[in-house]
């Protein structure tokens, strides 16, 4: 279960940064919001893999 909490957290963040890139920063930072969105897919991307595999064990 944590590793679904996880998840969420980490889509939330990921819509988080992207809207206040654009609505708060006007867009004047969208290279580096674009890449802390693609570092934490990565992270997401981590966390499923973990979560399948130990789910898949028991």
Do not use: C, D, P, Q
């Amino acid at each position: 279960m944590k590793y679904l909490i996880g998840l969420y957290v980490v889509m939330t963040v990921m819509v988080f940064v992207n809207l206040t890139s654009e609505y708060f920063f006007k867009g004047e930072y969208s290279a580096i919001a674009s890449s802390v969105i693609v570092l934490l897919f990565l992270f997401g991307t981590i966390l499923f893999v973990n979560a399948r595999y130990f789910l898949s064990k028991k």
